[in-house]
């Protein structure tokens, strides 16, 4: 399948757009483009990320990655990179710009070697080579990780740790290779450095497998701007700071401002040339974050795992709104019925009726301000099952005086699957169970709404595009 093709019948699959981009958002896969539409086997990819990471990055998901067609010039690498090779790494190789290695380390009667790397952008990728009697991908998801390897960087301190993609161990005549890819999140190493890196197992085969990969960053081009657009009165703008041209990635550079109360809120962006290829999304990440009068002031810095065409002669950012809305807790200790409202938005629920019965407590409530077929019938489910009870002296604060979720998630009280009462409607009953506490009193509880759940639906609010000249 050709890649007009391709797409063609992508753009007639109907696609949730609104859960599509929150699922993003919220650190599900994200998928590469196509570069070559070739492909002679499946691989299988993982993402390692320490926890301290998995709410700032999106890992790699569906990966259209391009089969080596011109990489004759490396016959070893080549064929390296055509089993287990990454898109960037496909890229680079492509361009003459992986370094060939030959770097290796032994353990417990197992070998280790570091056969290349690669350094574009704010992505570090290498391959490597595994060989001994007692490897074997037999032993892996028994004796070792799912991948068949594990390993850290630095001194293996999870604060220390950088998110990466990897492949599985795939078996050649001589042994086992794989790849990996690191984002490098900041500065840490210079352009011409050494990134230390520790194996700790091999398809259940433990040991230590120490190295100093050398990295030299490849040469890349940045182009200054300040071009900026603004929604205006109402506190919202994206100012443009540099693009950095790589040879396989793409750097865009830029700052945000949000009106404070909506400092959780985001301003995404989307990026194509003038002649219609859009980059591809890696890995947003914010830098800093200032709180100044009743504005919010944030350095981004956005990966895309695609490069800008040498025949572009300007890009196109478009951004968008995406605003955020959080939880609500009111407390049960009041006259029904009663409304709980979203704080950003229209939607509402309004409490009917509460009944305690032993152990149990029953809500009756209507959900509010949706219209038919806005929202899809299991996202509204999913609203209603998420709707929880908390002890009122449990509620707790950071030193914001905003409410801390994180440490209130293991004190909240879900129900059983939330009941429609009335077809068609969105009358709904959920009960909630209280295993340890039979004498307890409702009006001794509050309720957690997750009006999120419904907002993340909203339409994002695009602003005016602005445009970056690349000559």
Same mark, same amino acid.
């Given at each position: 399948?050709?890649?007009?093709?391709?797409?063609?019948?992508?753009?007639?699959?109907?696609?949730?757009?609104?859960?599509?981009?929150?699922?993003?958002?919220?650190?599900?896969?994200?998928?590469?483009?196509?570069?070559?539409?070739?492909?002679?086997?499946?691989?299988?990819?993982?993402?390692?990320?320490?926890?301290?990471?998995?709410?700032?990055?999106?890992?790699?998901?569906?990966?259209?990655?391009?089969?080596?067609?011109?990489?004759?010039?490396?016959?070893?690498?080549?064929?390296?990179?055509?089993?287990?090779?990454?898109?960037?790494?496909?890229?680079?190789?492509?361009?003459?710009?992986?370094?060939?290695?030959?770097?290796?380390?032994?353990?417990?009667?197992?070998?280790?070697?570091?056969?290349?790397?690669?350094?574009?952008?704010?992505?570090?990728?290498?391959?490597?080579?595994?060989?001994?009697?007692?490897?074997?991908?037999?032993?892996?998801?028994?004796?070792?990780?799912?991948?068949?390897?594990?390993?850290?960087?630095?001194?293996?301190?999870?604060?220390?740790?950088?998110?990466?993609?990897?492949?599985?161990?795939?078996?050649?005549?001589?042994?086992?290779?794989? +790849? =990996?890819?690191?984002? @490098?999140?900041? #500065?840490?190493?210079?352009?011409?450095?050494? !990134? %230390?890196?520790?194996?700790? /197992?091999?398809?259940?085969?433990?040991?230590?497998?120490?190295?100093?990969?050398?990295?030299?960053?490849?040469?890349?081009?940045?182009?200054?701007?300040?071009?900026?657009?603004?929604?205006?009165?109402?506190?919202?703008?994206?100012?443009?700071? +540099? =693009?950095?041209?790589? @040879?396989?990635? #793409?750097?865009?550079?830029?700052?945000?401002? !949000? %009106?404070?109360?909506?400092? /959780?809120?985001?301003?995404?962006?989307?990026?194509?040339?003038?002649?219609?290829?859009?980059?591809?999304?890696?890995?947003?990440?914010?830098?800093?974050?200032?709180?100044?009068?009743?504005?919010?002031?944030?350095?981004?810095?956005?990966?895309? +795992?695609?490069?800008?065409?040498?025949?572009?002669?300007?890009?196109?950012?478009?951004?968008?709104?995406?605003?955020?809305?959080?939880?609500?807790?009111?407390?049960?200790?009041?006259?029904?019925?009663?409304?709980?409202?979203?704080?950003?938005?229209?939607?509402?629920?309004?409490?009917?009726?509460?009944?305690?019965?032993?152990?149990?407590?029953?809500?009756?409530?209507?959900?509010?301000?949706?219209?038919?077929?806005?929202?899809?019938?299991?996202?509204?489910?999913?609203?209603?099952?998420?709707?929880t009870i908390i002890k009122t002296d449990q509620i707790t604060k950071d030193n914001n005086g905003e409410l801390d979720m994180n440490q209130m998630l293991e004190l909240q009280t879900h129900s059983n699957e939330a009941k429609i009462l009335e077809d068609g409607s969105l009358h709904y009953q959920s009960t909630f169970e209280l295993k340890n506490d039979e004498s307890f009193n409702y009006r001794d509880y509050s309720l957690v709404v997750p009006f999120g759940t419904l907002s993340a639906n909203e339409e994002p609010i695009k602003m005016k595009s602005i445009q970056v000249e690349l000559q």
């Amino acid at each position: 399948m050709n890649k007009e093709r391709f797409l063609e019948e992508i753009n007639e699959i109907d696609v949730p757009k609104h859960e599509l981009f929150t699922a993003i958002d919220k650190g599900l896969a994200k998928g590469r483009k196509e570069k070559v539409p070739k492909r002679k086997s499946k691989r299988k990819l993982f993402t390692a990320v320490s926890s301290i990471a998995v709410a700032t990055f999106l890992a790699a998901g569906f990966i259209f990655a391009p089969i080596s067609y011109a990489l004759s010039t490396i016959p070893l690498l080549g064929s390296i990179y055509d089993k287990v090779g990454l898109q960037i790494g496909y890229e680079l190789l492509e361009s003459d710009l992986v370094t060939e290695l030959n770097q290796k380390a032994t353990s417990n009667g197992v070998d280790i070697t570091i056969t290349s790397a690669y350094y574009d952008g704010n992505i570090i990728g290498l391959t490597f080579h595994a060989k001994g009697d007692k490897v074997s991908i037999d032993r892996v998801g028994e004796h070792g990780p799912e991948a068949g390897y594990s390993f850290h960087l630095f001194d293996g301190k999870e604060q220390n740790q950088w998110a990466s993609t990897m492949t599985e161990l795939k078996e050649t005549e001589d042994g086992y290779i794989a +790849s =990996i890819e690191f984002y @490098n999140p900041n #500065t840490a190493i210079s352009n011409n450095d050494t !990134l %230390p890196l520790t194996f700790t /197992n091999i398809t259940g085969v433990k040991g230590l497998w120490n190295f100093d990969v050398p990295v030299e960053k490849i040469p890349s081009e940045t182009i200054y701007s300040e071009a900026e657009t603004k929604l205006q009165d109402q506190g919202y703008s994206l100012k443009m700071e +540099s =693009i950095i041209k790589g @040879n396989a990635t #793409t750097i865009v550079n830029y700052e945000t401002i !949000l %009106p404070r109360e909506g400092k /959780n809120d985001r301003i995404r962006i989307t990026v194509f040339d003038d002649k219609g290829n859009r980059l591809v999304k890696f890995h947003p990440n914010v830098l800093t974050t200032d709180v100044k009068g009743t504005s919010v002031i944030k350095e981004n810095q956005e990966l895309f +795992s695609s490069k800008i065409s040498e025949d572009a002669s300007y890009l196109t950012i478009q951004p968008e709104i995406v605003k955020w809305d959080q939880d609500i807790v009111s407390s049960l200790d009041q006259t029904t019925p009663f409304v709980i409202e979203s704080s950003r938005f229209d939607y509402a629920i309004q409490v009917n009726r509460i009944q305690q019965k032993g152990n149990q407590l029953v809500l009756d409530y209507h959900i509010q301000n949706i219209e038919t077929g806005s929202i899809k019938e299991d996202i509204i489910q999913n609203f209603a099952d998420y709707i929880t009870i908390i002890k009122t002296d449990q509620i707790t604060k950071d030193n914001n005086g905003e409410l801390d979720m994180n440490q209130m998630l293991e004190l909240q009280t879900h129900s059983n699957e939330a009941k429609i009462l009335e077809d068609g409607s969105l009358h709904y009953q959920s009960t909630f169970e209280l295993k340890n506490d039979e004498s307890f009193n409702y009006r001794d509880y509050s309720l957690v709404v997750p009006f999120g759940t419904l907002s993340a639906n909203e339409e994002p609010i695009k602003m005016k595009s602005i445009q970056v000249e690349l000559q």
